[in-house]
């Protein structure tokens, strides 16, 4: 056991763990943040997706100690003073989601992908999302999300 500090949405956040503890489990069962889901538990399809130091991270195979001194963002990260995200927005708004337990991995790759690459185009899209997992099948919908919020956040994104 030791002492991991991170910053956490924003938020200084420090806590004594197992630092070999899977990012997953300290999220949603020691920090209550269970917008993060459980997907396959190895890395493969997605629904544990978090963003750390601006990068997509798969959270099932990412172990706490790995993210000392960095900044991870979930779901609950993303929206602020009770706004959604653009990207949240544009989930809503082409209902990319059927039952929604993928979403949030879903938004956390397109925010990453947007913050690197924020001219995207559908072709980018969709190679990104490639290996991103939706048992519903709502793909389509999913990357005309994206894209609509890559219009949105172009020159605006945050």
């Not at 990068?55 to 991870?72: L, N, P």
């Amino acid at each position: 056991m030791r002492v991991v500090s991170f910053t956490l949405n924003g938020k200084p956040t420090s806590l004594t763990v197992d630092e070999t503890r899977p990012l997953l489990w300290v999220l949603r069962d020691d920090l209550g943040l269970t917008g993060t889901r459980f997907g396959c538990g190895e890395g493969e399809c997605g629904a544990c997706t978090v963003v750390v130091d601006g990068q997509a991270t798969r959270s099932c195979v990412t172990s706490i100690g790995d993210v000392a001194g960095k900044h991870v963002l979930t779901i609950e990260g993303l929206a602020r003073d009770g706004k959604l995200h653009p990207i949240q927005e544009a989930f809503v708004e082409h209902v990319a989601y059927q039952c929604g337990y993928c979403t949030p991995g879903m938004i956390m790759k397109a925010y990453a992908m947007l913050q690197a690459n924020p001219k995207a185009t559908r072709a980018d899209i969709v190679k990104e999302f490639d290996a991103h997992l939706c048992r519903c099948g709502t793909h389509v919908r999913i990357v005309s999300a994206v894209e609509a919020a890559a219009g949105t956040m172009k020159g605006g994104a945050r």
